[in-house]
C-alpha cells in the first residue's frame, strides 16, 4: 500500500469527529469497506501506524478492528521508534493491552527501542498492566528512563518525564553526558534535573564535563553553569577520602555485604581505641557529615530501604532530625517505596510531616504519585495537611494522584477530606483528569464527595470517549449538573464539608468516628 494511503488510514483513526462519536458507524463502515478491498492496516507513516493512531483514541472498538483484519500489534512507526503496544502502555490502556496479549504482541522484544513492554510499565504504577506482562513470562531489565537515555530516545525521555519518572539514586544527566549528547542534556534540565546530584563514582554533572577524560565540549559545561549548577561542589569522593571512616563509607553503599562489611571495618581498623581519643561531639560530626549533594548516611541508608542498615546507623549516633535538599527522613522514605516497618520507624521520631523539600513536594504529594495507598494512610493519619499544593506545579495530592493513575491513593484521600475542588498551575483539578484519563472508580468518588461541576465545566472538559460511550458515566454526569442531589447525598455533603472546616486540612475521619451515629452511617460519610 503507498504512502499516502497509510496516512489516510491513520487520519481516519484520528478525526476529532471520530473521537466525539459522530458520524462512528458510517466511518466504521468505510474502513471495512477498504479492509475488503484488499487495503492492509500494517502500513508504516512516518509517526504512527494505523493501529497507533486507533489506540490514541482509546477506542477498543477500533482496535479490535484493526487487529482483526491483521493489524501487527508489533509494528513500528516509520522512525522504528515505538510500536501499539508501547503507546498502549504509555496510555494505560489495560483493556487494548489485553486485546494486543491475545493477537501476539510480543512481550519479550522490544516495543520502543531497547525497552520492553515491562520496562515501560515497572515505573508507571498500573497494577493491572503488571500483572499481564509478568503472568506472561516476561524478563526484566532497566528501569525505563535509564533505556531512554542511554538510546538517546529524546521522544520517550519526555514522555517518561511527563509522566512522572524520577531518577533519585540514579542520574540520567551523566548518562547522557558520558555520550555528548546535548539535546539530551537540555531536556533534562528542561524537567528539572537535579544538577548537583552525584554519580556512583562522585562526579557532578559540572565536574563529568570539564573531567580531563571526558567526551563532552565545553558547550555542555556552558549549558550546566547557565541552569545554575553550583561551581563549588566538591566531589563526594574527596570528603570520603578526607574526612569519613570506614564505618561511614560503607553507610553509604548499602548492600548485602554492608553489615559484615561494617563489623570487619570496626574489628580491623580498631575503632574502638580511635573512638576513645575523640570526643562525643566528634564522633557525631562523623556518622552525620553531609554529603556533597547535602545527603547524611541515615537519609541514604532510609532510602535503600534496608532496615537491618539504618537501625546499625542510628545506633551509632545517626541524628534522624538532619534535612537535606531531598527533605526529611520521611520524604526519603516514601521516595524509597520502602516496607511499612521503615515508614514507621521513620514516623516514630516526630518529624515536620507536612515539610516541603527543595522540588517543592511535601512526603503526601511524593506518596500520592506512587500507586502505594498504606504510605499515604500512615501520613494522613497522624494529621499530614491533605491540600498543600507543590510549588513547581500546583498539583496537590489529590490531583496528583488521579494525573498519574494512582486510584486507591485517591480513596484514601477523598475519604479522609482531601479537597478536590483546587486548580492547579494549568487551571486544572481532580475532576478534569479523571475524566481525562477514564479514572472510572476516581470520577465516581469525586462525584459523591460532592465535587464542583457545571453544565458549561461538562461541555469545556475533555471528551475522553470511553467516558462519553459509558451510557451511566453520560447518565450521572448528566444528572449531576441538571438535577438536585438526593437528600441522603446532600446530607452527607454538608456534613464533610462543616468536618472539613474544623479539621483545617487534615484529615475528618477523627472527627466522624467520634459522632454518635451508627457504624453504617460512619462508613456513609467517609464514602468507603
Same mark, same amino acid.
Given at each position: 500500500?503507498? #504512502?499516502?494511503?497509510?496516512?489516510?488510514?491513520?487520519?481516519?483513526c484520528t478525526?476529532?469527529?471520530?473521537?466525539?462519536?459522530? $458520524?462512528?458507524?458510517l466511518?466504521?463502515?468505510?474502513?471495512?469497506?477498504m479492509?475488503?478491498?484488499?487495503?492492509?492496516?500494517?502500513? $508504516?507513516?512516518?509517526?504512527?501506524?494505523?493501529?497507533?493512531?486507533?489506540?490514541?483514541?482509546?477506542?477498543?472498538?477500533?482496535?479490535?478492528?484493526?487487529?482483526?483484519?491483521?493489524?501487527?500489534?508489533?509494528?513500528?512507526?516509520?522512525?522504528?521508534?515505538?510500536?501499539?503496544?508501547?503507546?498502549?502502555?504509555? /496510555?494505560?490502556?489495560?483493556?487494548?493491552?489485553k #486485546?494486543?496479549?491475545?493477537?501476539?504482541a510480543?512481550?519479550?522484544?522490544?516495543?520502543?527501542?531497547?525497552?520492553?513492554?515491562?520496562?515501560?510499565?515497572?515505573?508507571?504504577?498500573?497494577?493491572?498492566?503488571?500483572?499481564?506482562?509478568?503472568?506472561?513470562?516476561v524478563?526484566?531489565?532497566?528501569?525505563?528512563?535509564?533505556?531512554? $537515555?542511554?538510546?538517546?530516545? /529524546?521522544?520517550?525521555?519526555?514522555?517518561?518525564?511527563?509522566?512522572?519518572?524520577?531518577?533519585?539514586?540514579?542520574?540520567?544527566?551523566?548518562?547522557?553526558? *558520558?555520550?555528548?549528547?546535548?539535546?539530551?542534556?537540555?531536556?533534562?534540565?528542561?524537567?528539572?534535573?537535579?544538577?548537583?546530584?552525584?554519580?556512583?563514582l562522585?562526579?557532578?554533572?559540572?565536574?563529568?564535563?570539564i573531567?580531563?577524560?571526558?567526551?563532552?565540549?565545553?558547550?555542555?559545561?556552558?549549558?550546566l553553569?547557565?541552569?545554575?549548577?553550583?561551581?563549588?561542589?566538591?566531589?563526594?569522593?574527596?570528603?570520603?577520602?578526607?574526612?569519613?571512616?570506614? $564505618?561511614?563509607?560503607?553507610?553509604?553503599?548499602?548492600?548485602?555485604?554492608?553489615?559484615?562489611?561494617?563489623?570487619?571495618c570496626? @574489628?580491623?581498623?580498631?575503632?574502638?581505641?580511635?573512638?576513645?581519643?575523640?570526643?562525643?561531639?566528634?564522633?557525631?560530626?562523623?556518622?552525620?557529615? @553531609?554529603?556533597?549533594?547535602?545527603?547524611?548516611p541515615?537519609?541514604?541508608?532510609?532510602?535503600?530501604?534496608?532496615?537491618?542498615? *539504618?537501625?546499625?546507623?542510628?545506633?551509632?549516633?545517626?541524628?534522624?532530625?538532619?534535612?537535606?535538599?531531598?527533605?526529611?527522613?520521611?520524604?526519603a522514605?516514601?521516595?524509597?517505596?520502602?516496607?511499612?516497618e521503615?515508614?514507621?520507624?521513620?514516623?516514630?521520631?516526630?518529624?515536620?510531616?507536612?515539610?516541603?523539600?527543595?522540588?517543592?513536594?511535601?512526603? /503526601? *504529594?511524593?506518596?500520592?504519585?506512587?500507586?502505594?495507598?498504606?504510605?499515604?494512610? @500512615?501520613?494522613?493519619?497522624?494529621?499530614?495537611?491533605?491540600?498543600?499544593?507543590?510549588?513547581?506545579?500546583?498539583?496537590?495530592?489529590?490531583?496528583?494522584?488521579?494525573?498519574?493513575?494512582?486510584?486507591?491513593?485517591?480513596?484514601?484521600?477523598?475519604?479522609?477530606?482531601?479537597?478536590?475542588?483546587?486548580?492547579?498551575?494549568?487551571?486544572?483539578?481532580?475532576?478534569?483528569?479523571?475524566?481525562?484519563?477514564?479514572?472510572?472508580?476516581?470520577?465516581?468518588?469525586?462525584?459523591?464527595?460532592?465535587?464542583?461541576?457545571?453544565?458549561?465545566?461538562?461541555?469545556?472538559?475533555?471528551?475522553?470517549?470511553?467516558?462519553?460511550?459509558?451510557?451511566?458515566?453520560? #447518565?450521572?454526569?448528566?444528572?449531576?449538573?441538571?438535577?438536585?442531589?438526593?437528600?441522603?447525598?446532600?446530607?452527607?455533603?454538608?456534613?464533610?464539608?462543616?468536618?472539613?472546616?474544623?479539621?483545617?486540612?487534615?484529615?475528618?475521619?477523627?472527627?466522624i468516628? #467520634?459522632?454518635?451515629?451508627?457504624?453504617?452511617?460512619?462508613?456513609?460519610?467517609? *464514602?468507603?
Amino acid at each position: 500500500m503507498s #504512502q499516502s494511503l497509510g496516512i489516510a488510514l491513520a487520519t481516519t483513526c484520528t478525526r476529532e469527529w471520530v473521537k466525539n462519536g459522530q $458520524v462512528r458507524e458510517l466511518v466504521i463502515e468505510v474502513l471495512k469497506i477498504m479492509f475488503a478491498a484488499g487495503i492492509t492496516p500494517n502500513t $508504516v507513516t512516518r509517526l504512527e501506524t494505523p493501529l497507533m493512531a486507533a489506540v490514541s483514541t482509546h477506542d477498543e472498538l477500533l482496535t479490535n478492528l484493526l487487529l482483526e483484519n491483521g493489524a501487527n500489534p508489533n509494528l513500528q512507526d516509520g522512525q522504528a521508534d515505538m510500536n501499539a503496544f508501547a503507546l498502549a502502555i504509555i /496510555l494505560n490502556e489495560v483493556t487494548i493491552i489485553k #486485546q494486543f496479549l491475545s493477537h501476539g504482541a510480543k512481550v519479550n522484544e522490544p516495543c520502543c527501542q531497547n525497552m520492553t513492554p515491562l520496562q515501560l510499565s515497572i515505573n508507571k504504577s498500573v497494577e493491572q498492566v503488571l500483572s499481564f506482562h509478568t503472568g506472561n513470562n516476561v524478563h526484566l531489565v532497566q528501569p525505563p528512563l535509564i533505556q531512554a $537515555v542511554e538510546s538517546n530516545n /529524546l521522544y520517550m525521555t519526555s514522555v517518561l518525564l511527563e509522566h512522572g519518572y524520577g531518577s533519585y539514586q540514579q542520574s540520567p544527566v551523566h548518562l547522557a553526558m *558520558i555520550h555528548s549528547r546535548k539535546e539530551m542534556v537540555a531536556l533534562l534540565i528542561q524537567h528539572g534535573a537535579n544538577l548537583e546530584k552525584v554519580n556512583g563514582l562522585g562526579e557532578t554533572p559540572l565536574g563529568l564535563a570539564i573531567h580531563p577524560g571526558s567526551n563532552s565540549d565545553g558547550d555542555i559545561a556552558k549549558m550546566l553553569l547557565s541552569a545554575g549548577c553550583s561551581r563549588h561542589k566538591e566531589s563526594i569522593e574527596w570528603i570520603l577520602d578526607n574526612e569519613l571512616d570506614h $564505618v561511614n563509607r560503607e553507610a553509604l553503599n548499602t548492600t548485602d555485604k554492608t553489615v559484615p562489611r561494617l563489623s570487619e571495618c570496626r @574489628k580491623f581498623s580498631n575503632l574502638d581505641i580511635k573512638e576513645n581519643r575523640s570526643n562525643s561531639r566528634r564522633k557525631s560530626a562523623f556518622i552525620n557529615l @553531609k554529603a556533597a549533594d547535602s545527603f547524611t548516611p541515615f537519609f541514604m541508608t532510609v532510602m535503600s530501604g534496608r532496615m537491618d542498615i *539504618i537501625k546499625y546507623i542510628y545506633d551509632k549516633g545517626g541524628d534522624p532530625y538532619i534535612e537535606c535538599s531531598q527533605g526529611n527522613l520521611i520524604h526519603a522514605a516514601v521516595m524509597a517505596i520502602c516496607s511499612e516497618e521503615v515508614l514507621d520507624f521513620v514516623l516514630s521520631f516526630g518529624l515536620d510531616i507536612d515539610h516541603i523539600n527543595d522540588d517543592g513536594n511535601t512526603q /503526601l *504529594i511524593l506518596a500520592a504519585r506512587n500507586n502505594n495507598s498504606s504510605a499515604c494512610q @500512615k501520613l494522613v493519619c497522624p494529621g499530614a495537611c491533605l491540600n498543600m499544593q507543590d510549588t513547581r506545579f500546583g498539583e496537590t495530592a489529590l490531583s496528583a494522584c488521579v494525573y498519574f493513575g494512582c486510584e486507591n491513593n485517591a480513596q484514601v484521600l477523598i475519604s479522609h477530606g482531601a479537597d478536590p475542588d483546587i486548580p492547579d498551575s494549568r487551571n486544572t483539578t481532580a475532576l478534569y483528569w479523571s475524566i481525562f484519563n477514564c479514572r472510572e472508580k476516581t470520577l465516581k468518588l469525586l462525584l459523591e464527595a460532592g465535587v464542583k461541576l457545571t453544565q458549561r465545566d461538562l461541555v469545556h472538559y475533555p471528551r475522553n470517549i470511553k467516558v462519553m460511550r459509558n451510557p451511566e458515566l453520560r #447518565q450521572i454526569l448528566n444528572e449531576y449538573v441538571t438535577k438536585p442531589p438526593l437528600l441522603q447525598q446532600a446530607c452527607r455533603i454538608k456534613v464533610r464539608t462543616h468536618l472539613k472546616h474544623l479539621s483545617q486540612g487534615k484529615s475528618i475521619e477523627p472527627f466522624i468516628l #467520634q459522632l454518635a451515629i451508627p457504624s453504617k452511617l460512619k462508613k456513609f460519610l467517609l *464514602i468507603e
